[in-house]
T-cell receptor
């Protein structure tokens, strides 16, 4: 099974609202990454958080990591219609090239 | 840099035919990865290369799949013979450091085998 599992599977909100999606994983990690995938496109790297970090910000994105609970969350503030996409977490176990991706959360932001 | 470039974007082929997918990684990225994405199985790592050498091909589903990287700027993923269950989106990604700092993905090839 996938190392990272996102929750919820789908999320629908109004423009301007905040969106929170979660990722749980099973084994220890070196870092955790979040990606966005627009329909019909490849994944785009959003943000990376290392195992010794608890929180990280990038623009309207806020990522938290709780290694004791083996979970991470991605918060998108003041969402826009352009944020409509699927969001994936990827966990790096420290074994080169062996990051695994979750099944993703599909976010729909209604104008 | 134009990013990771994949071709073709779409491929429709008949069962039993050979299919070749192509990828040009970002210049200077020593690692190249091939992934397959389906609704049922999500994003799966098929194989990855370091400095043109295949390092881990444990994700390649069957002997019908093969991948090569003849030089630092080109890789192919070949399926021969193709089957309907191979229908998926195939992504190529590259990284300067085995993905530790992240991957840069191409736009993918949507393969349909009929």
């Amino acid at each position: 099974s996938q190392q990272g599992e996102e929750d919820p599977q789908a999320l629908s909100i109004q423009e301007g609202e905040n969106a929170t999606m979660n990722c749980s994983y099973k084994t220890s990690i070196n870092n955790l990454q979040w990606y966005r995938q627009n329909s019909g496109r490849g994944l785009v790297h959003l943000i990376l958080i290392r195992s010794n970090e608890r929180e990280k910000h990038s623009g309207r994105l806020r990522v938290t990591l709780d290694t004791s609970k083996k979970s991470s969350s991605l918060l998108i503030t003041a969402s826009r219609a352009a944020d409509t996409a699927s969001y994936f977490c990827a966990t790096d176990p420290g074994n080169a090239g062996k990051s695994t991706f979750g099944d993703g959360t599909t976010l729909t932001v209604k104008p | 840099d134009a990013g990771v470039i994949q071709s073709p974007r779409h491929e429709v082929t008949e069962m039993g035919q050979e299919v070749t997918l192509r990828c040009k990684p970002i210049s200077g990225h020593d690692y190249l990865f091939w992934y397959r994405q389906t609704m049922m199985r999500g994003l799966e790592l098929l194989i990855y290369f370091n400095n043109n050498v295949p390092i881990d091909d444990s994700g390649m589903p069957e002997d019908r799949f093969s991948a090569k990287m003849p030089n630092a700027s080109f890789s192919t993923l070949k399926i021969q013979p193709s089957e309907p269950r191979d229908s998926a989106v195939y992504f190529c990604a590259s990284s300067p450091d085995a993905g530790v700092s992240g991957y840069t993905f191409g736009s993918g090839t949507r393969l349909t085998v009929v």
